[in-house]
Structure formats: structure tokens, C-alpha cells
């Protein structure tokens, strides 16, 4: 919990200073993902210890082409750096010179991402959302039901 609130202050004091954006991803993810995966991994875990443990390479595999596939799609990216990269070109100067002006939003950063790449950050906070769900129940899978203790009062 005191992780949540943290997150939370952090958001509000990135807000007064202007980066609603950092504020903004500070509060879904540290606030929000983050306290519920704590709170959830608490819900499922038990004080009592499981001595059979069964694991699969399914996930290994799973994990092991998304890697693969994540680092075949960086390689035709420009170099760190690089002046000639296609966003230097003409992207760059305009947001740099005209955001202002366009949004009326005094910071440069904000401005891009609430109000030209707005659907885009609304884009990013649902991935984020069905990434924290998709976990939920990942991790809701491996519960198991608690044997029923026969009560005094019942047949037995």
C-alpha cells in the first residue's frame, strides 16, 4: 500500500510541475498496475508450502519467440543518435517550434503526447490495462480450491 501512495504523491507532484504526462504513466502504472499485481500476488499466495511443483516449457518457448521476434524487429532501426534518422528530418523541428503555439500547452512533451498522439497514449494505457488483466488471470489459474474441514455439527 505505502508503494500505491507513493506512486500516487509522485503523480500529484509531477502534475504541479507541468508533465501531466509523466504523471499520467506514474499513476497507471505505479498506482495502478503496480499495487494491483501486490495486492493480487498477496490474495494468491498461502502460508502453506507446495512441495510438487510441475513445470512446463510452454511459457519458456512462448517467451523465448516473442524475444526473438522483438529483437528481428530492431534491426533496421537508425543508430542511436543518428541526425539522419527520418524523425530529425522535419517532425522534430515543427513539434519543437509549433506545439505551443498549435496546443497552448506550455510543455513541449505534453503537448505531443496529449494532444497530437492522444489516441495513441489512449492506445498505450488499454495495452497497459489488458497486459494487467491478462497477468490477473495468469496468475488466477494456479489457485486451488481449499479442502472443505468437516464441520462438528454435520455427519461425517
Known sequence: ??????SL???SLFVTM?????????????????????LSTLALTSSDEST?????LLPFFIVFLT???LIYGTIDIPEFG??????HQ??????????????????????VLASYRGYDTL?????IFTAGIAVLILLGRGRREKPVKPDSDRDV
Open 123 to 127: 492506445g498505450e494505457v488499454t495495452v
Open 9 to 11: 504523491v509522485s503523480a
Open 67 to 69: 524475444g526473438v521476434i
Open 90 to 111: 522535419h517532425i522534430a523541428e515543427r513539434y519543437i517550434n509549433e506545439s505551443p503555439g498549435e496546443t497552448g500547452i506550455p510543455n513541449m512533451v505534453t503537448s
Open 82 to 87: 543518428d541526425g539522419s534518422a527520418p524523425v
Open 52 to 56: 510438487a511443483v510441475k513445470h512446463s
Open 18 to 38: 507541468g508533465a501531466v504526462d509523466v504523471a499520467f504513466t506514474e499513476a497507471a502504472v505505479g498506482a495502478g498496475i503496480a499495487t494491483l499485481l501486490f
Open 1 to 6: 500500500m505505502m508503494t500505491g501512495i507513493f
